[in-house]
């Protein structure tokens, strides 16, 4: 009975063990098999590194380009090494971060697309001007074969235009007028519109070069800077020192310089004396620039014929030896020359292997200098083309002839009027005998001594022909005259050293010794403690004078010269001044 019991059970199983075979499908070809059962597929996607999804669930996504189904393979691992729920959620958060993060590069990537393609404007390599082929006086003229032909072949990148051929060659060539341009020639675009092309710096991420003329500095060092560069960090380029008088003492003009620009309180980075002629400073500029920029742009800003384009020149010389991209930008440099306003718009220079570019911008125009009131043909007076030789007054061995000699002697120069030029009048009106004033500014200007009260009838009968700029009589009898009479009186603590400077907008400065060896006569007995000195300066009415402490030049500056004891706050705050 247990046997045939145990018959049965034996045969009731293998009854149930055929019928389940009856159920199993049969083998199919692995290539039959879907692609999320096919353990070959798994293997393919293995070796292609491709994204995969978690099973059992497909997931079907369409793509922006197409309308195809792209699915995302499954993890791999069966059994013992299945992922777990923690891989499959891990792995779904990864994919759709993915697929995000392509999106956002393929938008990023149009939306520059579309704002490079809208401001790329051809434009004039030397000066940065619209090329134009419709008026040909204007800046950006180009003929229009020219024009075509560069075009067709992609090349209006290397396209001069005609006003940038003529200033290379010398010519005097203006262009920009209105507040802070220049009365006669052509004016083709305005001092505003200039500025407001720098208006996009404030809102963008850059680093700002800014340059200074060491001849004109407080005429040309844009104290209000700040609104057009934002917050982006400064360094701080004092150009065309190798105009200073020999014997100079750079450690002087340095310390300065620094002095002066913290009581303006511009926070700059760091100060760097350069000469673009000689060469020198560049090299630290170019170092100061490649430890800040960090993949940013770096801006040239500076006051209209400061020495922008010079400088770029002399950097991209630099550069050259051993950067290629930059020894490329050479043959490509923008244009310099004596007329201010060279530069009519931003010009791009791929300037740097380690990327951003260099952009030398449009000079900034002040309605206050003297170049803003000057006839375009007279600008070339105004900038010194060699090294400084201050002209001093009294000058006892130059003015053996002047038929004032004695008077001079006797009492000084009090009253006497000295003009500098059409453009300058100085009346003395109390000095000690010795005091003696040197002027330091272009050689085009010559200096001229009258007495006070001939002073107008003087001025009236040689403006234009003796006195000059304004050159000629037809720019004299539109010369607006020297409107604007400043009081200056001058205090003095110290008879060792000048008492101070006084600069005029756009041309140089005058230093004022209170007491001179040079002019102490035989029966003048020294001078001790302080005093006073005044002065009354003529000038054309926008131009703006300056009283400032002495810049120290020449071999008796480094004498004179009085270093100031720091703080440790001031140290820390203080900017490294280079050269």
């Known amino acids: 009975m247990m046997l045939s ?41 293995t070796k292609l590194n491709l994204h995969r999804a978690p099973l059992p669930t497909l997931i079907v996504c369409k793509s922006t380009e197409t309308d195809s189904p792209v699915s995302l393979p499954e993890l791999d691992g069966a059994g013992p090494s299945a992922p777990t729920r923690g891989d499959i959620f891990l792995q779904r958060q990864q994919s759709a971060a993915f697929l995000t993060e392509i999106q956002k590069e393929k938008k990023k990537n149009n939306n520059k697309a579309v704002k490079v393609s809208s401001s790329t404007e051809p434009s004039c390599y030397g ?10 006086d204007a800046p950006g003229y180009v003929e229009s074969e020219t024009y075509n032909l560069k075009k067709k072949h992609r090349q209006l990148k290397t396209v001069l235009c005609g006003r940038c051929k003529l200033l290379s060659h010398g010519h005097m060539i203006t262009a920009v007028g209105g507040n802070g341009g220049y009365p006669g020639g052509k004016q083709f675009v305005t001092a505003e519109e200039l500025r407001e092309k720098l208006s996009h710096l404030r809102h963008e991420k850059a680093l700002i070069v800014k340059l200074v003329d060491i001849v ?32 100079t003492d750079f450690n002087c003009v340095g310390d300065w310089v620094v002095e002066s620009t913290m009581k303006k309180k511009l926070n700059v980075m760091s100060v760097h004396l350069t000469s673009s002629k000689s060469l020198v400073g560049i090299g630290g500029v170019i170092s100061e620039i490649q430890k800040e920029k960090k993949g940013r742009d770096v801006y040239i800003l500076g006051s209209a014929n400061v020495g922008k384009s010079a400088f770029i020149n002399a950097l991209l010389k630099l550069l050259s030896y051993r950067d290629p991209v930059a020894a490329a930008a050479r043959k490509y440099k923008p244009i310099q020359s004596a007329v201010p306003g060279t530069t009519l718009g931003p010009i791009q220079i791929e300037a740097f292997l380690s990327g951003g570019k260099l952009h030398d911008t449009p000079g900034v125009h ?73 002027f330091y500014g272009p050689k085009a200007l010559q200096l001229h001594i009258v007495p006070t009260e001939k002073a107008d009838e003087f001025y009236q009968k040689e403006v234009g022909i003796l006195l000059t700029p304004p050159t000629g009589k037809e720019k004299a009898s539109s010369w607006m005259g020297l409107e604007a009479k400043h009081d200056l009186q001058i205090k003095y603590h110290d008879v060792e050293r000048p008492a101070c400077d006084v600069a005029i907008s756009g041309l140089g400065w005058i230093s004022i010794e209170p007491y001179s060896q040079f002019c102490k006569s035989s029966d003048s007995s020294g001078v001790e403690g302080g005093g006073e000195i005044g002065l009354v300066v003529h000038v054309p009415k926008p131009v703006e004078i300056f009283t400032r402490p002495p810049l120290p030049v020449g071999s008796a500056g480094g004498e004179w010269y009085q270093y100031r004891e720091l703080t440790e706050m001031e140290v820390e705050v203080r900017p490294k001044w280079y050269f």
């Open 127 to 136: 000066c940065g001007a619209p090329l134009q082929t419709s008026e040909s």
């Open 216 to 247: 004109d500095f407080n005429g040309s060092f844009l104290t209000r800077v700040r609104d057009l560069a934002g917050s982006n960090p400064i360094i701080l380029v004092i150009t065309k020192v190798d105009l200073l008088p020999r014997g």
């Open 366 to 438: 002040l309605h206050h200098r003297l170049a803003a009131v000057v006839h375009s043909d007279d600008l070339p007076a105004l900038a010194p083309r060699s090294r400084l030789r201050g002209q001093s007054f009294p000058n006892l061995s130059m003015m053996i002839d002047n038929p004032f000699m004695g008077r001079i002697r006797s009492k000084g120069l009090i009253g006497f009027s000295i003009f500098w030029g059409g453009l300058v009048r100085i009346d003395i009106m109390k000095v000690l005998p010795e005091t003696r004033l040197t």
């Open 5 to 45: 019991s145990r018959v049965t059970t034996i045969s009731q199983q293998q009854n149930h063990h055929s019928s389940s075979m009856a159920l199993v499908p049969k083998p199919l070809s692995p290539f039959s098999l879907p692609p999320f059962q096919n353990p070959n597929y798994r293997l393919i996607l």
